[in-house]
């Protein structure tokens, strides 16, 4: 018997949603919803210094306003510490993961910035007095693997070669790692993301190699860009989704993921337009290439 699809939207509390986050949360819903499948939400709030006070709740409240409902519990990686811990713990009793104090210099010096697995043989312990990072013992080096609207990606190999880090200096966990871990926690069987972390998937693949995990399909959406060129982001001051033009904003995202539209979409409730939406959605129209935001057109 296939297993049940499940599919999630995970963003990190730094800010409100903007359309570049409606586009990724809107896609992964229905590809999700088209499937029969679930769909999950799970903040990443991991990294306090990048956080926005009121920013979790606002996103859910935000995607509750779009009509984009989880079928689960919200799942905060803020209170999952305890279970990343376990993992890196026993990753570092099997020496399949070290102690680094490499700085950022050193490797910058390094041919294209990769690391050259330096601290692999030095087994530096944490008793050093300064803080270490800790990297994964890279045994499962991935050159190559398929996304669903990307299409083949190749990864230099000595990139897919590098012990990546796994757990920061200043003692947060990395992306990698738990992004990983609560994937797999949570069942996810497809992911459906921006393409900015299409340079990361083979690392993370790696890793569900290492864990005997079984791997998850990938769809990597194009990214919403802002008039410089930029990727849409919190960070570059992208607007928050105005909640009083939710209708305009969802058909935008529609056409920006290349989907065809309701023709009465003016006269249809948020809910109508949605289903419609799940029922007609392709992910084959999906494109490839990155575009400008409709706010930035014209």
Known sequence: MPKRYIGRFAPSPSGPLHFGSLVTALGSYLQAKSCQGKWLVRIEDIDPPREAKGASSLILKTLEAVGLHWDDNVLYQSACSERYLDILHSLLAKQQAYYCNCTRARIHQLENGIYDNYCRQRYLTIGQGQPLAIRLAQHHPIFQFEDKIQGLQTVEPAKAKEDFIIHRKDGLFAYNLVVVLDDHYQGISEIVRGADLLPVTAQQISLYQLFGYPVPTYCHLPLVLDNHGNKLSKQNHAKPI??????????????????????????????????WAIEHWQLTDVPQQNRLSPANIG
């Open 242 to 275: 105005d909640l009083n033009n939710l209708t305009a904003l969802t058909v935008q995202a529609l056409q920006f993921l290349g989907q065809p539209i309701l023709p009465d979409w003016r006269d249809a409730s948020q809910t109508e337009l949605l289903q």
